[in-house]
């Protein structure tokens, strides 16, 4: 469980019909203000369990009614869901139909997540928030399936489609519990409320902790680490903890590193941060071997560029280009992980994401110099390899190794 704190200003409002008059608008546009604020809660008790069921050929106005529900069907393994409802015998339905056909079936498409999905409810001016976390919650879409009309196939193919289905899917029946305030649903609904927990500072920023709070699906062939929300990550052994860590931030000062894992000697910290990081501007930052990046190529980079910075504060794009010939894309996106770019006509370039960390080279001086010697002694070897990287020979047997 999270809890910080949620502004909810007037950009989160319908906006305002547009005034006659120019400038009384931009007075309002002046006097944003914040209009309600409450503490936030984050739990994950029913966040494997939560569905988000949409139906596209619905109308809002005019829902299913839910009192006809009398089954509901899941295969697992396929992600599908089966909605059986009673059909209503109204003033719209065909009396001389002498088929024997009562119901009608909705089935679901499984829909990819494409942004954080999450449920909110509010008590007590306290709003609490579970996220929907695939795979085994998600979005689905459910469609009428019109498998009566299939009845003028033949025998046989019938029975081989039904054989079909039982083979690929193993459906499992559950009974609906209508939504009220008692019962099994009245305990359900309890478990989106949090019961306790701890306190998480809120130092980084808004964006940022959301989504280390809440990750985002991941993105197909950009990169392989899945970003773990934050209460799994405190569970891990430290190694691994850092490592996430490490993946998700890739430059982090010590004190901050401190506040977001668990651990109980210090001096194991600093070991394992060694082991995934290296220091920069007595800051860590993700090494070459842990990064999105998989090529030894591409590694060797990125690794000149925290060598650029060992340097200097800034570094500028042409400079990588220049050394690599590497594609500026590929540049961007390496010192957009650990920089941020300095806009402007004398422009010094790209500037290291956090300041320089003083409280690390008051407090830990020997790891300082300690990479200091690292950086010195890997000069040469980073250069060599950036220059065959120019001249299209670098090769790949050129394997980073973690200080010890």
């Given at each position: 469980m999270e809890n910080s704190s949620v502004n909810f200003s007037m950009e989160d409002l319908p906006p305002f019909p547009i005034p006659h008059d120019p400038n009384q608008h931009q007075q309002q546009e002046d006097q944003d203000f914040v209009v309600k604020e409450m503490p936030v809660y984050l739990t994950q008790s029913m966040a494997d369990n939560l569905l988000i069921l949409q139906y596209p050929l619905r109308p809002r106005w005019k829902p299913y009614n839910q009192n006809n529900l009398t089954g509901v069907r899941i295969a697992p393994k396929e992600s599908k869901i089966e909605l059986e409802y009673r059909l209503e015998r109204d003033e719209n339905y065909n009396k001389e139909d002498n088929s024997g056909y009562d119901k009608f079936i909705l089935t679901s498409t499984n829909i990819p997540l494409k942004t954080n999905y999450a449920v909110g409810v509010i008590r007590s001016n306290e709003l609490h928030i579970t996220p929907i976390s695939p795979p085994n919650a998600g979005i689905y879409q459910f469609r009428p399936q019109f498998d009566y009309l299939d009845r003028s196939r033949k025998e046989g193919d019938t029975e081989k489609e039904e054989e079909k289905k039982d083979e690929n899917e193993s459906w499992m029946t559950y009974d609906y519990v209508p939504a009220t305030r008692t019962g099994l649903s009245a305990a359900a609904y309890e478990r989106l409320f949090c019961s306790g927990g701890f306190v998480t500072g809120f130092e980084m920023e808004k964006n940022e902790y959301l989504t280390l709070l809440n990750p985002p699906p991941p993105i197909s062939g950009y990169s392989t680490h899945r970003i773990i929300p934050l209460?799994?990550?405190?569970?891990?052994?430290?190694?691994?903890?850092?490592?996430?860590?490490?993946?998700?931030?890739y430059v982090l000062q010590q004190q901050r590193l401190e506040?977001?894992?668990?651990?109980?000697?210090?001096?194991?910290?600093?070991?394992?941060?060694?082991?995934?990081?290296?220091?920069?501007?007595?800051?860590?930052?993700?090494?070459?071997?842990?990064?999105?990046?998989?090529?030894?190529?591409?590694q060797t980079v990125y690794e000149f560029i925290l060598l650029l910075f060992t340097k200097d504060r800034f570094v500028k794009r042409e400079d990588v280009y220049n050394a690599t010939g590497i594609d500026n894309k590929i540049i961007v996106d390496m010192l957009s992980k650990v920089a941020i770019p300095i806009k402007g006509i004398n422009s010094p370039g790209w500037e290291l994401k956090l300041p320089y960390d003083s409280y690390f080279d008051e407090n830990f001086l020997d790891v300082v110099e300690q990479y200091r010697e690292y950086w010195e002694s890997s000069q040469e070897r980073i250069f060599i390899s950036v220059q065959s990287i120019f001249e299209n020979t670098f090769p790949e047997e050129i394997i980073e190794k973690p200080v010890q």
């Open positions: 209460y799994e990550i405190r569970k891990m052994p430290l190694q691994e903890q850092v490592q996430h860590i490490m993946q998700y931030a506040e977001l894992a668990v651990f109980s000697n210090l001096s194991e910290l600093l070991i394992c941060m060694s082991q995934v990081a290296v220091l920069v501007q007595g800051c860590w930052v993700l090494r070459p071997v842990f990064t999105c990046y998989k090529r030894k190529l591409l």
